[in-house]
T-cell receptor, first 114, second 106 residues
């Protein structure tokens, strides 16, 4: 199993540009989520999904869009990048059945918006 | 108000020392997770616990449900333990602490 695969690992954008962060998991996890990590702050939830076709907003959703057309993929789209979106982004997934609900994280994507 | 508070924010220890990182959480959190993040690296889950104590190698995690408090202990610390340790509570969502940056000096 590859686990959670995130791409790209690094990206530099100019203000106003758009891009998509890709996230894929091969563990058949129903729950997938995107977090951003900023210095001095805990991980903050951007968007999440509890299954294909279902998405919902987290704590900091503004400026980001998501979709979940398959169980495996959960891309995060920045429609018009702003310097405030400079951050490290993590995709994470977990099993939602009975038992341990440990999150499995991707390796992270460092985004810089100039 | 943060649902999860952890301390200290930064910690420096000599190799071999016993280390404790603390985490307090609020009502509504049913399980507590400890995560490890190495510099420039991803995040891995160390423990999930809702009661008692768990041990994995030199790492021990405890939780006191009545006091809503959890601790992560590292025995015989080693420079490779240097990382950021994050506690997270599970309620309706995951609520993350701000992390403890640990540096173990040889």
């Amino acid at each position: 199993n590859a686990g959670v695969t995130q791409t790209p690992k690094f990206q530099v954008l100019k203000t106003g540009q758009s891009m998509t962060l890709q996230c894929a998991q091969d563990m058949n996890h129903e729950y997938m989520s995107w977090y951003r990590q900023d210095p001095g702050m805990g991980l903050r939830l951007i968007h999440y999904s509890v299954g294909a076709g279902i998405t919902d907003q987290g704590e900091v959703p503004n400026g980001y869009n998501v979709s979940r057309s398959t169980t495996e993929d959960f891309p995060l789209r920045l429609l018009s990048a702003a310097p405030s979106q400079t951050s490290v982004y993590f995709c994470a997934s977990r099993y939602t059945g009975t038992g341990a609900n440990v999150l499995t994280f991707g390796a992270g994507s460092r985004l810089t918006v100039l | 108000k943060n649902e999860v508070e952890q301390s200290p924010q930064n910690l420096t220890a000599q190799e071999g020392e016993f280390i404790t990182i603390n985490c307090s959480y609020s009502v509504g959190i049913s399980a507590l997770h400890w995560l490890q993040q190495h510099p420039g690296g991803g995040i891995v889950s160390l423990f999930m616990l809702s009661s008692g104590k768990k041990k994995h190698g030199r790492l021990i995690a405890t939780i006191n449900i009545q006091e809503k408090h959890s601790s992560l202990h590292i025995t015989a610390s080693h420079p490779r333990d240097s990382a950021v340790y994050i506690c997270a509570g599970t309620g309706n969502q995951f609520y993350f602490g701000t992390g403890t940056s640990l540096t173990v000096i040889p």
